[in-house]
Nanobody, 121 residues
Framework: QVQLVESGGGLVQPGGSLRLSCAAS????????MGWYRQAPGKQRELLAT???????NYADSVKGRFTISRDNAKNTVYLQMNSLNSEDTAVYYC???????????????WGQGTQVTVSS
């Protein structure tokens, strides 16, 4: 019904940049909050950034100043621009979206399948 498709992951050298995209599709009336998380092997899932429909953003201290979250409401897409990447950024990156399926319905949180980001020389 509702699907989040992530793209843009891959291999990048230390100090490099990468831009992730996450597009929501399906039976969607509206999307409020969207966000990005990551999980490295052996570590807990980490919240990186969130953005409201009105473009209010919040960042984790670990990525503040390096990562930028943005969205295109017309495309139901959220982006994560990642700069100054280092080995500690290697992880699977997940997006989510708080989706309202009907005009007066409740919101449901949907998750993407994740995309691998590997920072290595």
């Amino acid at each position: 019904q509702v699907q989040l498709v992530e793209s843009g992951g891959g291999l990048v050298q230390p100090g490099g940049s990468l831009r992730l995209s996450c597009a929501a599709s399906g039976t969607i009336f509206s999307i409020d909050g969207m966000g990005w998380y990551r999980q490295a092997p052996g570590k807990q899932r980490e919240l990186l950034a969130t953005i409201t429909r009105g473009d209010i953003t919040n960042y984790a201290d670990s990525v503040k100043g390096r990562f930028t979250i943005s969205r295109d409401n017309a495309k139901n897409t959220v982006y994560l621009q990642m700069n100054s990447l280092n080995s500690e950024d290697t992880a699977v990156y997940y997006c989510n979206a708080d989706v309202r399926l009907t005009p007066l319905g409740r919101q449901y949180r949907y998750w993407g399948q994740g995309t691998q980001v590997t920072v290595s020389s």
